[in-house]
């Protein structure tokens, strides 16, 4: 049996092969792959051109997923509100609506907490997780991934 960690290589791998792909399609260029040669003409190509664009539309957000789990981790610590309503770590870092984080959940899925990628917005009150609507941001562990500086 395979390891989580082996098969999370072998993400890794089959990343560069679908960023080869999104290239290739010129789905990076033009999402709705307009710069292929097509035939507008022709029922069956559309229909390849439509089954195709939600492929691709996936694949850029497998590609996205496997670039972030790729980079490290650079912050972590509690979250605590500021003066002026937002959250932050204990030493600075802000987050603002649209935040990326992982927050340290314990919502009884599992035995013990577990990080869960979620993003930061606010919902007209306060700020909150997206996935996680109902974890308290006050006093939250979160950790932050991005290019180390």
């Known amino acids: 049996m395979k390891s989580l960690s082996q098969v999370m290589d072998q993400s890794m791998v089959l990343k560069n092969e679908i960023s080869k792909l999104l290239l290739a399609s ?10 292929l040669d097509i035939n ?17 539309e996936k694949l850029a957000d497998i590609e996205a997923t496997l670039d972030y789990m790729s980079l490290p981790v650079v912050e972590g610590g509690q979250l605590v509100k500021n003066a002026v309503g937002k959250y932050e770590t204990s030493s600075g870092h802000v987050l603002h609506a649209g935040s990326m984080v992982e927050a340290l959940i314990a919502d009884g899925i599992y035995n013990v907490p577990y990080w869960s990628i979620d993003r930061v917005e606010h919902d007209g ?8 609507l109902n974890t308290p941001m006050d006093g939250l562990a979160v950790r932050i991934r991005g290019e180390e500086e």
Request: glycine fraction near 2%; hydrophobic fraction near 30%.
């Open 26 to 35: 010129t789905y990076k260029e033009c999402s709705d792959l307009s710069a």
């Open 40 to 56: 507008y003409g022709d029922s069956e190509q559309l229909l390849q051109l439509e089954v195709l664009r939600d492929i691709m």
């Open 125 to 132: 009150t306060d700020y909150c997780l997206v996935k996680n």
